[in-house]
Every structure is written in C-alpha cells, then in structure tokens.
C-alpha cells in the first residue's frame, strides 16, 4: 500500500502520453475482456465499473445507491461507451471514453493535490498509472 498525490496536471500528462496512456489501456482492456472475444460486452463493461473506482466517484456512486439505480446508471454508461450501439464495446471506443473520464477527473482535480492511498495490487487504477508516470519522469531529473 502506498499514498500517491495527483492533480490535473498529473492526469493530463498521462493522457497526453499517448504510447503510454495506450498500452495502459489496452491492458486494462484485456484483463476486462473476460472470454477473449476482443469487445466488452455490458456484463464486462459492468465488472469493469466495480473494480474501477475512479469510475464510481466520477458518476458519484456509492453504497447507497439503490441496485435498481445502479442498473440504469451502468446501462447509461454502457451506452455511452458504445458510440456506435454495437452492442459491444471495442478497444477504440474503450479508449475514447476512458479519455474523456480521466481529463474530465483532471477538470476536477485542477490545480488542487488529492491524496490517494492505493493497494500495491491495484493496477487497474489509472489514476495509479498516471501518478507512476509522474513519479517516473522525477525520478530521471
Ligand atoms: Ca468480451
């Protein structure tokens, strides 16, 4: 476990990677393909939102959110990321999403630091990844 501070500019930069921002999110992407098919299926997109808490607080859901409102919200959602209502979501669509999420988490963060305190095992996280970055390009100053 270990406590990571980010801002918006922690997260824009990471999006602004774009090698890195990619392969981060195609293998997001690949762990959440559950049965190999190459698109996320709403089922999977779903899973997806529950491990994913950045995703959680961005549309501001918590434990009190009734499961019936949390159906209608993840099939929003779902509907969103199928920008072309497929019916299943492909890496394309994944990453322009994702995109918009993470600079719209940047919005929100600003100029203003948050702590996070993260899991060692949480490599789904993209706020962790965008803070590894950060981390990694001050360590090479
Ligand atoms: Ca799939």
Known sequence: MGVVI???TTVRDFIADDTH???SINEQFTSLDLNNDGVLSRAELRKAFESMRLIESHFGIDVTTPP?????????VFDTFDGDGSGSVDREEFKNEMKKIMLAIADGLG????QMVLEDD???NLLKKAADLEAS???AV
Do not use: C, H
């Open 68 to 76: 019936e409102q949390l159906t209608r919200l993840y099939d929003s």
């Open 6 to 8: 980010i801002d918006g």
């Open 122 to 124: 949480d490599e789904m």
């Open 111 to 114: 100029s203003s630091p948050i």
């Open 21 to 23: 921002f990619t392969n």
């Open 137 to 139: 390009k001050n360590a």
